[in-house]
């Protein structure tokens, strides 16, 4: 078997497994979605967001990109976004960051990559935004590691800028927004504990978006 026919042979285990632990588990999920959490994570393969978090389909909203960016003009993103919180009503987003970001260490490159210098831009604006932070590491592999987890706040910052999360948060106290960073060496989530309250506060200065 090919590795590509051995999918179509995982597929039918999996419903297999599934069907045996609970019979109406695909009747059900046919039904609608009602998910707790936005997920917003790297593309990379190693950051699988169901498996990580041990939920099951129907418990998250995914989007994925490299680098876990959330771009302002990205109809993409932003469309995730209206959708998770205007229609889907999720408690939590989740900016989620891993530690070994091929995306993070390619913006820290001062070189040109091409088609990808765009996207990485947003990272190299996050290194400019804590440029004396940063550039007062010694070590290149902590720096790094401190450059991922300084995306991941700067990335939560762009989901509280956008007008539905701000209107939803007033009228209903949700969704929260949280930044986690995600251990590819060891399997383990940390919480940033991104002050989601101060920062909602912080940069309604500029960016309130409640107002009617
Ligand atoms: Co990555």
């Known amino acids: 078997m090919t590795r590509y026919q051995e999918v179509f042979e995982n597929n039918r285990k999996w419903v297999e497994e599934n069907l045996k632990r609970d019979p109406d588990f695909f009747k059900r999920l046919a039904t609608g979605q009602e998910p707790d959490f936005l997920f917003i994570g790297c593309a990379d393969s190693r950051v699988p967001a169901n498996e990580i978090m041990g939920l099951d389909p ?10 876990n960016l959330v771009v302002n003009t990205d109809i993409n993103a932003q469309s995730v ?8 009503n999720v408690d939590h987003i989740v900016v989620c960051g891993h530690y070994g970001c091929g995306g993070v260490a390619a913006a820290m490159q001062p070189a040109d990559l091409g088609l990808l210098n765009g996207w990485l831009r947003e990272i190299r ?4 935004l804590h440029q004396d932070e940063l550039d007062a590491i010694p070590d290149e592999d902590t720096r790094y590691k401190r450059l991922i987890e300084l ?13 539905v999360v701000q209107k939803t948060y007033f009228k209903t106290g949700h969704p929260i927004v949280h930044g986690w960073v995600y251990d590819i060496a060891n399997g383990l ?7 989601f309250e101060d920062i909602l506060a912080e940069i309604r200065k500029i960016y309130d978006l409640e107002a009617p």
């Open 151 to 163: 995306n991941v706040r700067e990335q939560c910052v762009n989901v509280i800028k956008t007008a």
């Open 81 to 88: 976004i209206e959708y998770a919180v205007g229609h889907l």
């Open 125 to 128: 604006d996050v290194y400019r």
């Open 58 to 67: 129907g418990d998250i909203f995914v989007h994925r990109n490299v680098a």
């Open 189 to 195: 989530l940390r919480d940033l504990e991104i002050p």
